[in-house]
């Protein structure tokens, strides 16, 4: 039985973003399904065929974002200095986004019919962990424990 999953989704994070509408229909913007969708299948690779984790969870995002080319060397080495990335997206956004692609997600099922990965509601989500930082590339290393 596996106690615990790791899984690294390459690029810029994506935090999750109000549905955007048209009229009366609701949808959920592209940029932000196309992560998701991303991460469901990054996530259901490292689960290999197990079952979803049954009780309480404990979830551990690290987003990392790359520090810009248009950034002076001077913000460069300020950012080295201290890596955490106080600005936009915020932390909740990112664990929202995060946690329903790996949960049990009925709208992005219709598109993917994988049902839950990781996990199957987020509300088995017990504790969770979020850091923003700058490094050398961006990716987002998500880890999932029983607890």
């Known amino acids: 039985m596996t106690e615990a999953v790791s899984f690294v989704i390459p690029g810029d994070p994506v935090p999750f973003a ?26 259901h690779e490292a689960m290999r065929g197990a079952a979803p984790f049954a009780g309480p969870v404990g979830v551990e995002i ?8 248009s950034w002076s060397k001077k913000k460069r080495a300020a950012a080295v200095e201290s890596p955490w990335k106080p600005s ?11 946690m329903d692609a790996v949960g049990d997600n009925p ?7 994988l049902g839950a990965i990781v996990f199957g509601d987020d509300a088995a989500v017990c504790r969770l962990l979020v850091e923003k ?7 987002v290393r998500v880890t999932v ?3």
């Open 145 to 147: 424990s029983r607890i």
């Open 62 to 69: 690290e987003a990392l974002y790359e520090l810009p080319a």
């Open 18 to 43: 109000r549905a955007g509408s048209f009229g009366k229909r609701r949808f959920t913007p592209p940029k932000q399904r196309d992560y998701m969708l991303k991460a469901r299948r990054i996530a």
């Open 88 to 98: 936009r997206p915020d932390c909740d956004n990112l664990a929202k986004a995060i």
């Open 133 to 139: 930082r700058f490094g050398s590339s961006s990716f």
């Open 107 to 113: 709208s992005l099922d219709q598109t993917d019919k």
